[in-house]
DNA sequence: TAATAATAGATACAAACGCATATATCTCAC
DNA sequence: GTGAGATATATGCGTTTGTATCTATTATTA
């Protein structure tokens, strides 16, 4: 199927899901905890916290955030300098990093984070009920699984 | 309602919303077309375009993307200097400028877009079906509605 | 209406970004 | 094992970004 009904739907799913994310952001980028962090920066904190082993390799943290490698190994620097994380190189793979949260990084996770998950609370509760968030979950997984398979 | 899983559920839901934005963005980057112009820099054409009087003023255009003022404003300085867009004062406040597109800036906007939609149409096709679309469009309109109406 | 505050946009400057490329290590064919 | 290509990360450099601030114009209030 392709009519200008169809084309259009598409587009305005795709629009509508980029400006919610954006408007979203702005939001957030108002969390004054986040002056002393970026959010971009909080970003890598939080992929660190959750991964199981608590250590990524920088190439996994690129999937994480839109930012090219380049970006992330200097971001990773300014993190290390300021002590909230720290660099292993890995003994499998002597070309390769595992960047870890040091004691002072997960304790500014901690505290950014849960300002931060009380914001999105704030925000999802009032917007949507539980069975719509469960089937934007859905979706968006979904949307996901389907770009990455590619 | 305040449980461990309703909290799940609500910051989950966010998350998801968010890569999914991320690993589509990142998916359109690639785009060849875009080199010559940028994601954020089509996003300000792109609003132009779709306006409905054709100019719109700087804090509009700010609404629609994720930049400071001062930050659009140099980029309308570039894509200005580029003959996409052009500056026009605004009669009844000369504090305020109005930003459309040029003929130029049109037919740009029209090159790129046509390779974009066809991106898009490729991506959201692929991993959702119509019914799912629609939903998804439903859900992030009323988000958005509901951070903008605070 | 004069004085004060508020708003729209522009500019200076340091920090952060992307692109191209360098360096180090690993993989694989021969 | 040795050389060619692939992969992981780092670095040089010009461009773009954000923060703070400035100018110009409009709104307010006394």
């Known amino acids: 199927m392709s009519t200008a009904a169809h084309r259009r739907l598409t587009t305005d799913s795709w629009e509508s899901l980029l400006r919610a994310q ?3 952001m702005r939001e957030f980028n108002k969390e004054p905890l986040l002056k002393e962090l970026g959010s971009r920066e909080y970003d890598v904190l939080f992929s660190l916290s ?12 690129n999937d994480h955030v839109l930012l090219t490698q380049p970006s992330i190994s200097r971001m990773v620097d300014r993190l290390e300098s300021r002590g909230l994380v ?16 040091t004691e002072a990084g997960v304790a500014v996770q901690k505290k950014v984070g849960r300002a931060h998950v009380e914001h999105i609370q704030d925000i999802m509760e009032t917007a949507l009920s539980d069975e719509e968030m469960r ?13 990455r398979g590619n």
Chains 1, 2 share one sequence.
Not at 86 to 101: C, N, S, Y
Not at 135 to 147: D, P
Request: proline share 0%; charged share 30%.
């Open 22 to 24: 954006v408007t979203v």
């Open 50 to 61: 959750r991964c199981s082993s608590g250590w990524l390799r920088l190439n996994e943290l």
């Open 86 to 101: 720290q660099r292993k190189t890995v003994e499998e793979d002597k070309r390769g990093v595992l960047i870890g949260l």
């Open 135 to 147: 089937t934007l979950l859905v979706l968006t997984e979904k949307l996901q699984r389907s770009v």
